[in-house]
């Protein structure tokens, strides 16, 4: 885990990095996946360079044309984006998607399913550019988990329509079929302002880290070298533009099953151990759980999500 930078502001200057993120104004997460914590200076200042490198690399790729970071977000220690289901409306009230594990009151324990949870948790919006443009404000914590998924869903005080007219920048689609092995996607990290550009590797039965445990969950190929400031990030059919799955984690030391360095379990009770390789949670079935006005309906007929 890493956190934002603090002491190594002034090595960043020197080394003609550019702006590094403010330090957090709410309390950070820690543990778990890629959400930002804390590490050391030399650490954090590679991580950057990591960063700053892979989206110089990106920003080259003629595949990414059509992939931008607008419509993401920059949470205090976390990447997300504003998303809507096929079937919302532009007056329905905005959603903003990111992990679990990036909530600011701390990890849902194994089993434990947050809903209909008041939230005033602010969002930095960002154009295509990387830049902000706006801070957009929750109205409540529609849903969040870290069982079965890694997944947060904020509603927001502003409608689809209000933000598009207010800064033209429109929200991301959820895509609402499986994710397909070998599909070209883009990781794309408010946080950071970068974009991660592979392809979708195949899928982990199970996915393990400490106490909890993911189902179905997509594997990147190696060019998705994602950092701390990562959790939440959308993950973007670079075909289609639809968001098919979150960011959340990546076994970083070749640990196995261990707070950061999550291992795979097969269906046989198998585990490989994939250091240096990156996760993301599908999210493919959530859009059968919201209704009408993008109201939280967990009891819908085709609604697979964890329940409390």
């Known amino acids: 885990m890493r956190k934002p930078l603090v002491a190594a502001l002034s090595v960043l200057a020197l080394a003609g990095m550019g702006t590094a993120p403010a330090v957090a104004a709410e309390p950070p997460a820690a543990g778990v996946g890629k ?7 030399t650490s954090v200042v590679h991580d950057l360079v990591t960063s700053t490198t892979s989206a110089v690399d990106q920003a080259t790729s003629p595949s990414l044309q059509a992939v931008t970071l607008a419509g993401t977000v920059s949470l205090s220690n976390c990447s997300g984006s504003v998303i809507r289901f096929p079937n919302s409306l532009d007056t329905d009230p905005a959603l903003v998607l ?3 594990h990036c909530l600011t009151s701390g990890f849902p324990a194994p089993g434990q399913v947050i809903t209909n949870q008041a939230s005033s948790r602010t969002f930095g919006l960002l154009n295509s550019s990387g830049s902000r443009v706006a801070t957009l404000r929750a109205s409540k914590l529609a849903y969040a988990t870290m069982t079965d998924t890694d997944v947060s869903i904020y509603q927001l005080t502003s409608t689809y329509a209000t933000i598009k007219s207010s800064y033209n920048i429109s929200p991301l689609t959820v895509q609402d079929t499986h994710p397909t092995a070998g599909t070209a996607i883009t990781v794309a990290s408010g946080y950071w302002k970068t974009l991660y550009n592979c392809n979708i590797d195949g899928f982990a039965y199970r996915l393990k880290e400490g106490d909890w445990t993911w189902k179905d969950s997509v594997r990147y190929t190696s060019a998705c070298n994602t950092i701390g400031g990562t959790s939440g990030s959308p993950v973007i059919d670079q075909a289609t533009g639809k968001v098919v799955a979150v960011n959340n984690t990546g076994n970083e030391d070749g640990e196995s099953c261990t707070v950061n360095n999550p291992c795979e379990v097969s269906e046989s009770g198998a585990v490989t151990v994939r250091q240096g390789i990156n996760y993301a949670q599908e999210i493919y079935n959530i859009p059968a759980c919201f209704t009408t ?7 819908a007929s085709t609604c697979t999500l964890p329940k409390p």
């Open 98 to 100: 990111s992990n679990g």
């Open 35 to 41: 959400s930002v914590d804390t590490d050391t200076v």
């Open 293 to 299: 006005r993008n109201q939280l309906n967990l009891s």
